[in-house]
């Protein structure tokens, strides 16, 4: 029978990047984030094929965003996109932890810039365009620009480790 400490998991010598502790808290800070940006655009997505608008209660204007010409894009919610958007992040976090792979860590940092920019074009329409803010679209662009934020950390730790090790 294994004891806890035999049983507990451990990084190996062999486990990359996750063997060093600030490399896990930026891991562990994506796999925070990328949960609460995927609540938060599936509940929009939920509401967008109930044909409801979410109720606001720190900002008005979710309606005229939800419901706006930009809200759609080829028949596809922005809601919805932002959810895969989410969930592919969520998945290769996982499939990172499975496989012990750091070209899937560096591939889930590069790809958090397309939730950025992306976010970045909603919130000017938001702000600029509709004229309306959306709580949770906001929530959302908050949440990928924390993801955006985190990838760059992953990507320069990850660029002086390999520096450390290949010296």
């Known amino acids: 029978m294994m004891n806890s400490k035999e049983n507990s998991i451990k990084p190996s010598s062999n486990s990359g990047f996750l ?3 600030p490399h896990r808290r930026l891991f562990f800070g994506l796999l925070a984030l990328a949960p609460l940006g995927f609540l938060d655009a599936g509940y929009l997505t939920v509401e967008h094929f109930l044909n409801r608008a979410p109720p606001c209660s720190l900002v008005a204007g979710c309606e005229l965003v939800t419901t706006s010409r930009y809200s759609v894009i080829f028949g596809v919610p922005m809601a919805l996109m932002g ?3 989410y969930l592919a992040i969520i998945l290769a976090l996982v499939l990172y932890l499975d496989l ?9 940092a590069r790809f958090t810039a397309i939730g950025f920019l992306f976010s970045l074009w909603l919130v ?8 309306a803010i959306c709580q ?4 959302s662009a908050l949440s990928s620009t ?8 992953v990507l320069r730790s990850h660029r002086t480790y390999d520096m450390e090790h290949k010296a």
Request: charged share 15%.
């Open 146 to 153: 924390g993801l955006f934020v985190i990838g760059v950390l």
């Open 19 to 21: 063997a060093h502790r």
């Open 136 to 139: 949770y679209c906001m929530l």
């Open 124 to 131: 000017y329409l938001q702000l600029f365009v509709i004229k």
């Open 83 to 85: 959810a895969l958007y």
């Open 100 to 108: 012990r792979r750091d070209w899937i860590i560096k591939w889930t």
